[in-house]
């Protein structure tokens, strides 16, 4: 019996990642970026933020809007490479940089959300 | 309405020519006739050297597929009057070898047709008095993945099978998925190990190109997202149950 | 393959060309919804980076909401938020194909899967909202 392959997990990742990222960065962005960033509306101070930041379910939150768009980005970034460029043949190097940039991200906003105070 | 209209025919003969070319016709351009009429008219009266595939001419072989103006159709079903005024573009079907002038080398799609085990297998046979019974709700759930003529222009279609020798295509996975879905087949599992390979359906990108190119309506695309799912929700069952234990 | 006679003829193997995707406007457009996941992970790093300053304290976080606000950053987050709003169009556009959902034997139209997720992503986006605003 052949041993399947992960691919399912990736795609997994991916369908979520992609999921997760439709739902919520386009209102993240627009809030974060536009909205209280230029001042069109009164965004929550830095004390209210940080306030809602400790609460633990906003980590959790915070690390699942990071961590599986990051492997949404990876598995299309990848087949984007392979597809659009041609460039197949270097598969171990771009898995390696699109799963391991996200494992990284993903390290990083664990790293950045649980040292908080 | 002009009374004429230019095909211009992509030609290759392997025993002189290195490199395909183009050859330009005008061909009567009645109201009626559809792109096979027009290479019947030139093989009959222009060139009789023209070789292309064709059998039924009306849309249920699958034999005449070929690029029209870059687009992947069926040459029975696509009338002059739409290209019109022309010139229009015919080649042969993308991303197959050329093998004369219209006509591609279809093995390696006879390949990977086969890998997908396009026929019902059971794994206890029933007795021959006894009948497979389905209801109509039954057969709706693979219908419309039965409809596939093995046309290729899905395959023409998709830059994936294009770039990846390893991809299976649209019409295999469809076909596929259509003897999964039907309530008779128990062999939903070995097509699963062969497909569920690495690129045999992973390199899909759901560019969608192939739905849309399908004269018969399938929606391979759709066939192979929902294999995707099944075969996602399998490998998680495999990590909770042991293999073999179904 | 089976070669009954002796002389093969030598096919014709076209090469695919590197801008393949810019051949027909669907592979073009295909490739823009590729490319919004690069400014998926975008939104991500600028969000990691917003979590960074906020630890980092008060001052810092102004510095961060000023840096957003020069013109290169803005220009980007525009860009990024076209994509990653198109993103999600094509997202529950095409959800429908991999969910086929059957009610009383008959398969639901695509746009009976679309909706809901449509009226979710308004939920969701209304839910996070209304938490930063309330005080």
Same mark, same amino acid.
């Given at each position: 019996?052949?041993?399947?392959?992960?691919?399912?997990?990736?795609?997994?990742?991916?369908?979520?990642?992609?999921?997760?990222?439709?739902?919520?960065?386009?209102?993240? #962005?627009?809030?974060?970026?536009?909205?209280?960033? /230029?001042?069109?509306?009164?965004?929550?101070?830095?004390?209210?933020?940080?306030?809602?930041?400790?609460?633990?379910?906003?980590?959790?939150?915070? #690390?699942?809007?990071?961590?599986?768009?990051? *492997?949404?980005?990876?598995?299309?970034?990848?087949?984007? /490479?392979?597809?659009?460029?041609?460039?197949?043949?270097?598969?171990?190097?771009?898995?390696?940089?699109? !799963?391991?940039?996200?494992?990284?991200?993903?390290?990083?906003?664990?790293?950045?959300?649980?040292?908080?105070? | 309405?002009?009374?004429?209209?230019?095909l211009?025919v992509k030609r290759y003969?392997?025993?002189?020519?290195?490199?395909? +070319?183009?050859?330009?016709?005008?061909?009567?351009?009645?109201?009626?006739w559809v792109i096979l009429d027009a290479l019947n008219y030139i093989k009959d009266?222009?060139?009789g050297s023209l070789t292309f595939r064709w059998s039924c001419r009306m849309g249920v072989c699958g034999s005449c597929g070929m690029d029209v103006n870059?687009v992947p159709k069926l040459a029975c079903a696509t009338f002059l009057?739409?290209c019109?005024?022309?010139?229009v573009r015919v080649e042969p079907l993308k991303n197959f070898p050329i093998l004369r002038d219209l006509v591609v080398d279809i093995s390696d799609f006879l390949v990977k047709l086969a890998?997908?085990?396009p026929?019902?297998?059971?794994?206890?046979?029933?007795? #021959?008095?006894?009948?497979?019974?389905?209801?109509?709700?039954?057969?709706?759930?693979?219908?419309?993945?039965s409809m596939c003529i093995n046309c290729m222009l899905c395959y023409a279609a998709c830059?994936?099978y294009?770039?990846?020798?390893?991809?299976?295509g649209p019409a295999a996975?469809a076909l596929?998925?259509? !003897?999964?879905?039907?309530?008779?087949?128990?062999?939903?599992?070995?097509?699963?190990?062969?497909?569920?390979?690495?690129?045999?359906?992973?390199?899909?990108?759901?560019?969608?190109?192939c739905?849309?190119v399908c004269p018969k309506h399938v929606?391979p695309?759709?066939?192979?997202?929902?294999?995707?799912?099944?075969?996602?929700?399998?490998?998680?069952?495999?990590?909770?149950?042991?293999?073999?234990?179904? | 393959m089976l070669?009954?006679?002796?002389?093969?003829p030598?096919s !014709?193997?076209? %090469?695919?060309?590197? !801008? +393949?995707?810019?051949?027909?406007?669907?592979?073009?457009? *295909?490739?823009? %919804?590729?490319?919004?996941?690069?400014?998926?992970?975008?939104?991500?790093?600028?969000?990691?980076?917003?979590?960074?300053?906020?630890?980092?304290?008060?001052?810092?976080?102004?510095?961060?909401?000023?840096?957003?606000?020069?013109?290169?950053?803005?220009?980007?987050?525009?860009?990024?938020?076209?994509?990653?709003?198109?993103?999600?169009?094509?997202?529950?556009? /095409?959800?429908?194909?991999?969910?086929?959902?059957?009610? %009383?034997?008959?398969?639901?139209?695509?746009?009976?899967?679309?909706?809901?997720?449509?009226?979710?992503?308004?939920?969701?986006?209304?839910?996070? #909202?209304?938490?930063?605003?309330?005080?």
């Amino acid at each position: 019996m052949k041993k399947r392959s992960n691919e399912p997990l990736l795609w997994i990742l991916f369908s979520a990642g992609g999921t997760v990222a439709a739902l919520l960065l386009p209102i993240h #962005l627009l809030l974060f970026g536009f909205a209280f960033a /230029l001042g069109w509306l009164n965004g929550p101070g830095y004390d209210r933020l940080i306030e809602i930041l400790r609460h633990p379910l906003t980590r959790v939150y915070l #690390l699942v809007l990071c961590s599986l768009p990051l *492997f949404h980005w990876a598995h299309r970034f990848r087949y984007t /490479l392979y597809d659009g460029l041609q460039i197949k043949h270097l598969n171990e190097l771009i898995n390696t940089f699109c !799963y391991g940039g996200a494992v990284v991200g993903t390290a990083i906003a664990i790293y950045l959300l649980w040292s908080i105070p | 309405m002009a009374n004429r209209i230019e095909l211009r025919v992509k030609r290759y003969h392997p025993e002189n020519d290195q490199e395909p +070319w183009f050859e330009s016709y005008a061909v009567p351009l009645r109201k009626e006739w559809v792109i096979l009429d027009a290479l019947n008219y030139i093989k009959d009266h222009l060139d009789g050297s023209l070789t292309f595939r064709w059998s039924c001419r009306m849309g249920v072989c699958g034999s005449c597929g070929m690029d029209v103006n870059g687009v992947p159709k069926l040459a029975c079903a696509t009338f002059l009057t739409d290209c019109a005024p022309g010139p229009v573009r015919v080649e042969p079907l993308k991303n197959f070898p050329i093998l004369r002038d219209l006509v591609v080398d279809i093995s390696d799609f006879l390949v990977k047709l086969a890998d997908a085990k396009p026929w019902i297998i059971r794994k206890v046979e029933k007795p #021959l008095e006894e009948e497979y019974l389905q209801t109509p709700e039954q057969v709706d759930a693979y219908k419309q993945f039965s409809m596939c003529i093995n046309c290729m222009l899905c395959y023409a279609a998709c830059p994936v099978y294009g770039l990846d020798p390893l991809f299976s295509g649209p019409a295999a996975i469809a076909l596929a998925q259509r !003897y999964n879905m039907d309530s008779r087949d128990q062999g939903a599992g070995i097509r699963m190990d062969i497909l569920s390979q690495h690129e045999g359906i992973w390199g899909c990108t759901f560019v969608g190109e192939c739905t849309k190119v399908c004269p018969k309506h399938v929606d391979p695309a759709g066939a192979i997202q929902q294999y995707k799912v099944t075969s996602s929700i399998e490998w998680l069952k495999s990590l909770v149950l042991p293999r073999g234990a179904e | 393959m089976l070669h009954p006679t002796e002389y093969v003829p030598k096919s !014709y193997h076209p %090469r695919v060309s590197t !801008y +393949w995707w810019l051949g027909r406007w669907a592979y073009a457009k *295909f490739i823009l %919804r590729e490319i919004s996941s690069i400014f998926v992970a975008w939104v991500v790093v600028t969000t990691l980076l917003q979590v960074r300053a906020l630890k980092a304290g008060p001052a810092a976080y102004a510095q961060f909401q000023a840096w957003l606000a020069t013109p290169w950053v803005l220009v980007l987050n525009a860009i990024s938020l076209f994509f990653v709003v198109f993103h999600a169009v094509t997202w529950f556009n /095409l959800a429908p194909k991999a969910m086929v959902v059957r009610m %009383r034997g008959k398969r639901l139209p695509a746009a009976a899967i679309a909706a809901p997720n449509y009226a979710a992503w308004v939920v969701v986006s209304a839910t996070v #909202l209304w938490i930063l605003l309330r005080g």
